[in-house]
């Protein structure tokens, strides 16, 4: 089958580092992509991986192991508004178009 | 920007009608996805279309129907509302073809609750 499978929720400190692992049982995807969910909100994406490595945008960086078929997303510098849930997602290799998986999401909570 | 729109934020249906969920997208995008948000499940693909008049199940499509007729609107049709479809649904479009990098923009949702 195809899953993502991502910690259901993580809390972390103000100021700190917090990764969030997502890892995948499937024939394959195209990349790993990440969103950002805030409560009430509709998701945003953040962010792509094609190739294995870490890619860094601003506070947030991804990183994708396609041999492990594990990616995380690293948040640096939390602030309050980075409390939200945050989602990992793929595209089947074999899907007949820009079909996307998502994982069940992981719940960030951020304490002062 | 891309602009997603769904008709409704909040929809209060009853069992057994048919209920319709619009959304619209204006950045002539081919693929129109709809997916269901729920709690612990995280966002399950009802159905999606690749272009006009062209659809495809996606994991979840039981009790529902779609319908693009221009390719700008996307629409759920919920043929017999029943309880378990009460949820959060979202829309999304993507520009065409099958480049996995495309980032999907999502409206704003439309939380249905079915009596």
């Known amino acids: 089958g195809q899953s993502l499978e991502q910690p259901s929720e993580v809390t972390a400190v103000e100021g700190a580092i917090v990764q969030i692992n997502c890892t995948y049982q499937?024939?394959?995807?195209?990349?790993l992509s990440w969103y950002q969910q805030h409560d009430g909100g509709a998701p945003t994406f953040l962010s792509y991986?094609?190739?294995?490595g870490l890619e860094e945008t601003g506070r947030f960086s991804s990183f994708l192991s396609r041999s492990d078929s594990y990616g995380y997303l690293l948040l640096q510098e939390l602030q309050m508004k980075d409390s939200a849930s945050y989602f990992c997602?793929?595209?089947?290799?074999?899907?007949?178009?820009?079909?996307?998986?998502f994982g069940s999401g992981t719940r960030l909570s951020i304490r002062p | 920007d891309v602009k997603v729109t769904q008709s409704s934020r909040y929809l209060v249906k009853r069992t057994g009608e048919k209920v319709f969920l619009e959304c619209v997208q204006d950045?002539?995008?081919?693929?129109m996805f709809w997916y269901r948000q729920d709690p612990g499940l995280g966002l399950r693909l009802i159905y999606f279309?690749?272009?006009?008049?062209?659809?495809e199940k996606g994991d979840i499509p039981e009790g529902y129907s779609v319908s693009r007729e221009k390719k700008e609107r996307f629409s759920l049709i919920l043929e017999s509302a029943s309880t378990n479809q009460t949820s959060m649904y979202l829309c999304?479009?993507?520009?065409?073809?099958?480049?996995?990098?495309?980032?999907?923009?999502f409206g704003d949702g439309t939380r249905l609750s079915i009596l």
């Open positions: 499937t024939s394959g995807f195209y990349g």
């Open positions: 999304a479009s993507t520009m065409g073809g099958r480049r996995a990098d495309q980032p999907q923009h």
């Open positions: 950045m002539d995008h081919e693929n």
């Open positions: 997602a793929g595209t089947p290799r074999y899907s007949s178009a820009s079909k996307i998986i």
């Open positions: 991986n094609a190739l294995d």
């Open positions: 279309s690749y272009d006009v008049k062209m659809k």
